[in-house]
């Protein structure tokens, strides 16, 4: 009887073993930087290619189809400018720094998903400009003036930012957008 239960816990073991490091593959393999900067990361690019099985199950892991290669960008940022990693407990300034697609959004993610907060999407619809066409958003937990996006009290979380192009046009290289912490208690 001994034996069987040896063998047994031996075959669970190796089991939770491959379990593991799957989704260790999946969740680190097909990541690539979504241009010159490490602010941006995204998988969607590293769906043509060797990763892109991994890339995949990421998505479906996720609940979320993955992206159509060539029809949509899409990148995250877990980080500001900086570098250092984005909390609920500090508040960001998120600055276009370009020409922006004819349609792109912003997203708050906290543990993987988007929230059902209404204020956790700022897209090409709904943010307010400014003179010269640019688009400033603020992220924090609390309400702030002008374009804003809720971060929730979760601690960190991640900026989706998605782009689509239309016609002839060409999606830059990385999202056009960078992230400043302003304060942080």
């Keep these: 009887m001994r034996r069987y239960a040896g063998g047994f816990a031996y075959v669970l073991a190796g089991l939770a073993a ?3 490091s799957a989704y260790l593959v999946i969740e680190n393999k097909g990541v690539k930087s979504a241009g010159s900067s490490e602010l941006w990361t995204s ?6 290619g060797d990763s892109a099985i991994y890339v995949r199950a990421h998505y479906l892991l996720q609940g979320r189809l993955p992206p159509s290669t060539g029809q949509i960008d899409e990148a995250t940022a877990d980080t500001d400018s900086d570098g250092n990693v ?5 508040r960001y300034t998120v600055t276009s720094t370009g020409a922006l697609p004819r349609w792109w959004s912003i997203a708050v993610m906290t543990d993987g998903s988007e929230s059902s907060s209404p204020q956790v999407i700022a897209d090409t619809d709904s943010v307010i400009r400014e003179a010269d066409g640019s688009a400033v958003i603020h992220a924090a937990a609390t309400p702030q003036p002008g374009n804003w996006l809720n971060t929730g009290a979760a601690g960190r979380f991640t900026l989706l930012y998605s782009a689509v192009a239309a016609g002839t046009q060409r999606l830059p ?3 056009p957008f960078n ?3 302003e304060e942080c208690p």
Aim: proline letters at 5%; charged letters at 20%.
């Design 18 to 20: 491959g379990a593991a």
């Design 43 to 48: 998988r969607a690019k590293g769906l043509s």
């Design 86 to 90: 984005l909390t609920s407990s500090c």
């Design 173 to 175: 290289g990385a999202p």
């Design 179 to 181: 992230i400043r912490r």
